[in-house]
């Protein structure tokens, strides 16, 4: 198969981290060869954090030229139109319906853009919504978001479920293991 690439963007604290040890852990489990690249910004200050996902046959490199994802996973809206130049005109962008404002914004020097979704939607073709928060809500966690965006990954990639149930199976505490399952399952659902 050829390489495919996943470009993750988010704000620190999201559990971008987390969804990419599951979905590397997953794909590997799969039989791919995975490269993966984590950039952490101010992550715990809610800075802009970036993972670079590379899979196939034989990878070389985990990074990811502009234009070369097949799919953006923004779990941020503007995280999403600061990363959008690496999706290929073909990809495939997956958006949670999330506003989480810059300090830049907090402060008061820039305005947070209040049409971000129906921009992105006019310019990629292949665009799906996510309300995340609101189902991570409804499974018992709001940080279950990750999940949720990984499950919606999964199903337009075409993953094993299975696989991806028993990564979360062996990486998330066991009090939270049924609480994430749920959010991936509901992911998964909305993926298809």
């Not at 402060?107 to 309300?131: A, M």
């Not at 990750?146 to 009090?175: C, E, H, T, Y």
């Given at each position: 198969m050829?390489?495919?690439?996943?470009?993750?963007?988010?704000?620190?604290?999201?559990?971008?981290i987390?969804?990419?040890?599951?979905?590397?852990?997953?794909?590997?489990?799969?039989?791919?060869?995975?490269?993966?690249?984590?950039?952490?910004?101010?992550?715990?200050?809610?800075?802009s954090?970036?993972?670079?996902?590379?899979?196939?046959?034989?990878?070389?490199?985990?990074?990811?030229?502009k234009?070369?994802?097949?799919?953006?996973?923004?779990?941020?809206?503007l995280?999403?139109?600061?990363?959008?130049?690496?999706?290929?005109?073909?990809?495939?962008?997956?958006?949670?319906?999330?506003?989480?404002?810059?300090?830049?914004?907090?402060?008061?020097?820039?305005?947070?853009?209040?049409?971000?979704?129906?921009?992105?939607?006019?310019?990629?073709?292949?665009?799906?919504?996510?309300?995340?928060?609101?189902?991570?809500?409804?499974?018992?966690e709001?940080?279950?978001?990750?999940?949720?965006l990984?499950?919606?990954?999964?199903?337009?990639?075409?993953?094993?479920?299975?696989?991806?149930?028993?990564?979360i199976?062996?990486?998330?505490?066991?009090?939270?293991?049924q609480?994430?399952?749920?959010a991936?399952?509901?992911?998964?659902e909305?993926?298809?």
């Amino acid at each position: 198969m050829s390489v495919k690439s996943i470009f993750i963007s988010g704000v620190g604290g999201q559990g971008t981290i987390l969804a990419g040890k599951v979905i590397t852990t997953a794909l590997v489990n799969q039989g791919y060869d995975v490269k993966m690249s984590e950039v952490h910004g101010m992550a715990q200050r809610g800075g802009s954090v970036i993972t670079q996902i590379r899979y196939g046959d034989r990878v070389y490199s985990p990074l990811i030229e502009k234009g070369g994802a097949d799919v953006l996973l923004a779990f941020e809206k503007l995280e999403a139109v600061r990363y959008i130049e690496y999706l290929s005109s073909e990809g495939t962008l997956i958006v949670n319906d999330l506003e989480m404002p810059p300090a830049s914004v907090l402060t008061g020097k820039e305005e947070y853009p209040p049409d971000i979704v129906p921009r992105l939607k006019s310019e990629i073709k292949n665009t799906i919504v996510v309300d995340a928060v609101s189902i991570a809500r409804e499974c018992g966690e709001v940080r279950a978001q990750n999940m949720v965006l990984v499950g919606v990954l999964a199903r337009v990639m075409d993953w094993s479920k299975q696989s991806f149930i028993k990564v979360i199976k062996d990486v998330v505490p066991a009090r939270y293991v049924q609480l994430n399952i749920n959010a991936f399952e509901r992911g998964w659902e909305l993926g298809g």
